[in-house]
């Protein structure tokens, strides 16, 4: 079993719809919890990220954590084309453990 | 601000040809500094990082090697590629509040 689990899509929704992206992930010992975004043939750009459990907002993003499910999501509202990328989540613990990813899920924003 | 810079971004190479990959960061002292290889449709693989000038930890045995001759450059190497060294290699530097790491624009690289 891999540490994060994350659904490769590929995940097609129309513009403006709100889009949830979802990682698993089994070591209880993680605390950081970030979100990264990809665009094709470039390199991964940090969006957010979280400590331990709740919600943190920016813009159209919202990342929610809920350590009791070892669950992390990622909501993007009004979605646009330019949303159009691969999101890559990524975790860690604080006693200076490796950032672990998941594979990343490839979203398309159809206008 | 701190920025991080990668070259070539992209390179063709014939196999058993040597490689040099650099990576170099402005605007931060002393960084963990980090190597990845992304696989087409794949995630994120960790090849080295380093802590401090001279210091080189690897991941994964393979045919592939790195240096940090300097504080805020590090440098990703091979005496003889294979068919199996193409990818999309990132560099990337680790962030102090989170851990959080900051990636170059990448290099592609073809082995033929």
């Known amino acids: 079993q891999k540490e994060v689990e994350q659904d490769p899509g590929p995940l097609s929704v129309p513009e403006g719809a709100i889009v949830s992206l979802n990682c698993t992930y089994s070591?209880?010992?993680?605390?950081?919890f970030m979100w990264y975004r990809q665009y094709s043939r470039k390199g991964p750009e940090l969006l957010m990220y979280?400590?331990?459990?709740g919600n943190k907002e920016d813009g159209r993003f919202t990342a929610q954590v809920d350590k009791s499910s070892k669950y992390i999501s990622l909501f993007i509202r009004d979605s646009q084309p330019s949303d159009s990328a691969t999101y890559l989540c990524a975790m860690k613990d604080n006693q200076g453990g490796k950032l672990i990813f998941g594979q990343g899920t490839e979203l398309s924003v159809k206008p | 601000s701190q920025t991080i810079h990668q070259w070539p971004a992209t390179l063709v190479q014939p196999v058993g040809s040597p490689l040099s990959l650099e990576c170099t960061v402005e605007?931060?002292?002393?960084?963990?500094l980090y190597w990845y290889r992304q696989a087409a449709g794949r995630g994120l693989q960790l090849l080295f990082y380093?802590?401090?000038?001279?210091?080189i930890s690897s991941e994964v045995p393979q045919n592939l090697s790195a240096s940090r001759p300097q504080d805020r450059q590090f440098i990703l190497s091979s005496k003889k590629l294979l068919l199996s060294d193409s990818g999309f290699y990132l560099c990337?530097?680790?962030?102090?509040?989170?851990?959080?790491?900051?990636f170059g624009e990448g290099s592609r690289l073809t082995v033929l």
């Open positions: 990337a530097w680790m962030g102090q509040v989170a851990g959080e790491l900051f």
């Open positions: 070591n209880s010992a993680f605390q950081y």
């Open positions: 605007g931060t002292s002393n960084p963990n």
């Open positions: 979280t400590y331990s459990s």
């Open positions: 380093s802590v401090g000038i001279g210091q």
